[in-house]
Every structure is written in structure tokens, then in C-alpha cells.
């Protein structure tokens, strides 16, 4: 994937935190019926936002059809030498299984060729699958990745930040802010900014996440991972950007990964290729050996 050429060299360093932009959502001015108002913008912000945040991984798990799965779409832009390339993603992922499925679509360029097919990610607890992988990969075979095994565990090697590693990234939310409502496709979402710690969400992930957001912690030379998140009256991510930063020998690039969740309690399979359908032969990985089968 292109994405992978940002990892040759020194390593990765996540971007310094945002500048922390606070919304009033009470302008001064406002005559009678404000202390409403403020208090529930006081709820939602401070330790009600912290708390908002890092539960979001929980309750995308949740229960009933209101939660559990989703309709999933992504986005991962790369920007250098005044360059931006966006690898896109559609598909749907089970958070319980925490699986799921996806196309993924690179810019015409992004392969050296003027069209590539649509890529096919499987998702899985510590492992990715991929099809129409290309670098020699024959189109009718799948490459298995370990990511717990990855430098960045996933979280954008395959041009997708699996979904529920986006939000599990959140629990190790370090400061934040509640930045306000807004409309996202029709529904109402409180949005929050803030800056989360990739080691601290580790520690806190569920366990089938855990070992890839470990290799991420370890894989970074900061844990700092500057993110906007926007929930909904239920307290669900709908929408999630993360910016990370890459150190090469160049000047360093961004990496900006945008996961989009919809279409809540939507059904999920996922069946996990067989053994013989899995290509055990080299890949070239181009520069930086990510990729190669594990």
C-alpha cells in the first residue's frame, strides 16, 4: 500500500497535540433560560468528555440492533512534496467479533498503473487479509498480515484504521474538549477534540485489540495521536479522524485516517479465507518490508 512508504527510515512520530479550541456553547448575551444551557454544556465538557470519549469503544460494542455492527466508510490521506493521495474504504464490521469487510480503492496513481482493482480487506482480531494485494501476489490468493506483528499495528498500513482499533484508541484519551453540535448526514452529534495516548489505550483495549495497539505503541516514538471524534445522542462514534505523523529522512508526513460508522446493527459475515487460499510466496513490499507475509 503507499501508505506503507512512510515508514522507511526513522520510525513514526505522532503530531504534537491540537491547539485545544473551546466552543461556548452559552455566548454571553443570552437573557434568561442560560443556566440550562450551561450546565449541560459544562456536563459535556471537562471529565463528562473524557468519560464520553473513552467509553465510545464500549458502546459501539453495546447490545440490541442499536448497536454492535455497522456500515462502515473511510478515508486515509497522505500528503508530501505538496502531494496528497486519499486511499478510500467501504464496507461493514462487526464489533463484537471485531471483523469485518472492506473494498479499498486507491487513486489511480498510487500503484503505477492507471487502474488498479478495488482491494478486498478482511478484517480480524491481530490479522489482515487482502486481495488483488498486487506486488506478485496472484489476483485469485489472499495475503495474511499478523498485525500485532506490524510497527504500526494496522492502525495504517492497509490504508483502513480497522474500525474498532480507531475507537479503542480513544479510551487512552489524555485531555479533550467538547467542541459542540453540529448535523452529520442528518443526526445530531456532540463533536469532541482532543489528543489521545496510543501506550495508555493498550493497556486499556479489549484484548483481542490489545497486542496490535501494543506494537503501535512501541512502533512510535510519541504515543500522542491528536484526534476529532463526534458521538450521538447515544453516546455512539459516528464519525473519527486521527492524525498521525511520520519522521522519514525528509521533512515529516501526515497521515490523516477518517472512519465514518452508519447503519448501525446492519448483519456481518466475515468468513476467514482457507489455508490453501492464502499465497505463502515473497511480496515485494517495495521499501520498508511492511506487508510481507507474516
Same mark, same amino acid.
Request: a neutral charge; charged letters at 20%.
Given at each position: 500500500? &503507499?501508505?506503507?512508504?512512510?515508514?522507511?527510515?526513522?520510525?513514526?512520530?505522532?503530531?504534537? #497535540?491540537?491547539?485545544?479550541?473551546?466552543?461556548?456553547?452559552?455566548?454571553?448575551?443570552?437573557?434568561?433560560?442560560?443556566?440550562?444551557?450551561?450546565?449541560?454544556?459544562?456536563?459535556?465538557?471537562?471529565?463528562?468528555?473524557?468519560?464520553?470519549?473513552?467509553?465510545?469503544?464500549?458502546?459501539?460494542?453495546?447490545?440490541?440492533?442499536? !448497536?454492535? /455492527? !455497522?456500515?462502515?466508510?473511510? /478515508?486515509?490521506?497522505?500528503? +508530501?512534496?505538496?502531494?496528497?493521495?486519499?486511499?478510500?474504504?467501504?464496507?461493514?464490521?462487526?464489533?463484537?467479533? =471485531?471483523?469485518?469487510?472492506? %473494498?479499498?480503492?486507491?487513486?489511480? @496513481?498510487?500503484?503505477?498503473?492507471?487502474?488498479?482493482?478495488?482491494?478486498?480487506?478482511?478484517? !480480524?482480531?491481530?490479522?489482515?487479509?487482502?486481495?488483488?494485494?498486487?506486488?506478485?501476489?496472484?489476483? @485469485? %490468493?489472499?495475503? *495474511?498480515?499478523?498485525?500485532?506483528?506490524?510497527? @504500526?499495528?494496522?492502525?495504517?498500513?492497509?490504508?483502513?484504521?480497522?474500525?474498532?482499533?480507531?475507537?479503542?484508541?480513544?479510551?487512552?484519551?489524555?485531555?479533550?474538549?467538547?467542541?459542540?453540535?453540529? @448535523?452529520?448526514?442528518?443526526?445530531?452529534?456532540?463533536?469532541? *477534540?482532543?489528543?489521545?495516548?496510543?501506550?495508555? #489505550?493498550?493497556?486499556?483495549? +479489549?484484548? !483481542? +485489540?490489545?497486542?496490535?495497539?501494543?506494537?503501535?505503541? %512501541?512502533?512510535? /516514538?510519541?504515543?500522542?495521536?491528536?484526534?476529532?471524534?463526534?458521538?450521538?445522542? =447515544?453516546?455512539?462514534? *459516528? %464519525?473519527?479522524?486521527? *492524525?498521525?505523523?511520520?519522521?522519514?529522512?525528509?521533512?515529516?508526513?501526515?497521515?490523516? /485516517?477518517?472512519?465514518?460508522?452508519?447503519?448501525?446493527? &446492519?448483519?456481518?459475515?466475515?468468513?476467514?479465507?482457507?489455508?490453501?487460499?492464502?499465497?505463502?510466496?515473497?511480496?515485494?513490499?517495495?521499501? +520498508?518490508?511492511?506487508?510481507?507475509?507474516?
Amino acid at each position: 500500500m &503507499v501508505v506503507q512508504q512512510h515508514r522507511a527510515g526513522g520510525g513514526a512520530r505522532a503530531v504534537c #497535540a491540537l491547539a485545544v479550541m473551546g466552543v461556548m456553547a452559552t455566548a454571553a448575551g443570552c437573557a434568561g433560560g442560560g443556566g440550562g444551557d450551561r450546565a449541560a454544556a459544562d456536563d459535556r465538557a471537562g471529565a463528562g468528555a473524557v468519560e464520553a470519549v473513552r467509553q465510545a469503544a464500549a458502546v459501539l460494542v453495546g447490545t440490541g440492533s442499536a !448497536a454492535g /455492527s !455497522a456500515e462502515v466508510s473511510t /478515508s486515509m490521506e497522505t500528503a +508530501s512534496g505538496g502531494t496528497r493521495v486519499t486511499i478510500r474504504g467501504k464496507g461493514t464490521y462487526d464489533f463484537r467479533t =471485531q471483523s469485518g469487510r472492506l %473494498k479499498v480503492v486507491l487513486p489511480q @496513481d498510487a500503484a503505477g498503473e492507471e487502474e488498479h482493482r478495488p482491494i478486498t480487506e478482511l478484517l !480480524a482480531p491481530g490479522a489482515l487479509y487482502m486481495m488483488n494485494r498486487g506486488a506478485g501476489v496472484p489476483a @485469485d %490468493k489472499w495475503v *495474511r498480515i499478523d498485525t500485532t506483528a506490524l510497527a @504500526d499495528g494496522n492502525l495504517v498500513t492497509g490504508g483502513v484504521t480497522d474500525p474498532m482499533a480507531a475507537a479503542e484508541l480513544l479510551r487512552g484519551v489524555r485531555a479533550v474538549t467538547y467542541v459542540g453540535e453540529s @448535523d452529520l448526514a442528518g443526526v445530531t452529534v456532540r463533536h469532541y *477534540r482532543g489528543t489521545a495516548d496510543i501506550g495508555r #489505550a493498550a493497556r486499556q483495549a +479489549s484484548a !483481542a +485489540s490489545r497486542g496490535a495497539l501494543t506494537a503501535a505503541a %512501541k512502533g512510535f /516514538s510519541t504515543d500522542a495521536v491528536p484526534f476529532d471524534a463526534y458521538l450521538d445522542e =447515544q453516546g455512539r462514534l *459516528r %464519525k473519527v479522524r486521527h *492524525r498521525f505523523s511520520f519522521a522519514n529522512e525528509g521533512p515529516d508526513r501526515e497521515v490523516v /485516517s477518517t472512519t465514518l460508522l452508519y447503519g448501525f446493527g &446492519v448483519p456481518v459475515f466475515v468468513p476467514l479465507p482457507d489455508e490453501r487460499d492464502i499465497y505463502t510466496g515473497e511480496i515485494d513490499t517495495g521499501e +520498508s518490508g511492511q506487508g510481507r507475509r507474516e
